[in-house]
T-cell receptor, first 111, second 114 residues
Framework: AQSVTQLGSHVSVSEGALVLLRCNYSSSVPPYLFWYVQYPNQGLQLLLKYTTGATLVKGINGFEAEFKKSETSFHLTKPSAHMSDAAEYFCAVGSNYKLTFGKGTLLTVNP | DAGVIQSPRHEVTEMGQEVTLRCKPISGHNSLFWYRQTMMRGLELLIYFNNNVPIDDSGMPEDRFSAKMPNASFSTLKIQPSEPRDSAVYFC????????????FGEGSRLTVL
């Protein structure tokens, strides 16, 4: 069984500020971890993923995430928020074929 | 390269009517997923096909829902009869053989049942 908890359904930051979106997972087998972004009226797009190897993963648009096995976490960060980052972000855990998504975090960026 | 194509993008229907949602996966992808997204429940996996065969349909809500994949380039999700609680955005996604690989999502079909 696997599950994902995203802490905070809504995060608001100022433009230029640090973005931190939290994700904790539960998995009975070594997980594959993903962050997806969803813009209004669109499907989900992959930001980054962790499978094996380096625990700090870099993605598109300046985002990165660090896999911490001891904390069962995979938090998403970006040093400086841009207005175009406003969207909903989903953390997901995969094993075998199945991908289980968290409930999502809506990121608002204030000018 | 075309992405995952879903139709219709929007569907408004009345309770009791049959609804058919369609999906064309990315060419060469052998896995296909149907997800449902609602505010209350988030993204839920309804059914997963591998090489056109349904592998896991444990997420299908009830017998009113059915899904088929007659060939590698087409899948349908049917709701008969539809109910207001079926209102949601339905996403189709496909993936290649790598089980750690990215899911590519369509733009979704927004269903409203009155």
């Amino acid at each position: 069984a696997q599950s994902v908890t995203q802490l905070g359904s809504h995060v608001s930051v100022s433009e230029g500020a640090l973005v931190l979106l939290r994700c904790n997972y539960s998995s009975s087998v070594p997980p594959y971890l993903f962050w997806y972004v969803q813009y209004p009226n669109q499907g989900l797009q992959l930001l980054l993923k962790y499978t094996t190897g380096a625990t700090l993963v870099k993605g598109i648009n300046g985002f990165e995430a660090e896999f911490k096995k001891s904390e069962t976490s995979f938090h998403l960060t970006k040093p400086s928020a841009h207005m175009s980052d406003a969207a909903e972000y989903f953390c997901a855990v995969g094993s075998n074929y199945k991908l289980t998504f968290g409930k999502g975090t809506l990121l608002t960026v204030n000018p | 390269d075309a992405g995952v194509i879903q139709s219709p993008r929007h569907e408004v229907t009345e309770m009791g009517q049959e609804v058919t949602l369609r999906c064309k996966p990315i060419s060469g992808h052998n896995s296909l997923f149907w997800y449902r997204q609602t505010m209350m429940r988030g993204l839920e996996l309804l059914i997963y096909f591998n090489n056109n065969v349904p592998i896991d349909d444990s997420g299908m809500p009830e017998d009113r829902f059915s899904a088929k994949m007659p060939n590698a380039s087409f899948s349908t999700l049917k709701i008969q009869p539809s109910e207001p609680r079926d209102s949601a955005v339905y996403f189709c996604a496909s993936r290649n053989r790598d089980r750690t690989g990215e899911l590519f999502f369509g733009e979704g079909s927004r269903l409203t049942v009155l």
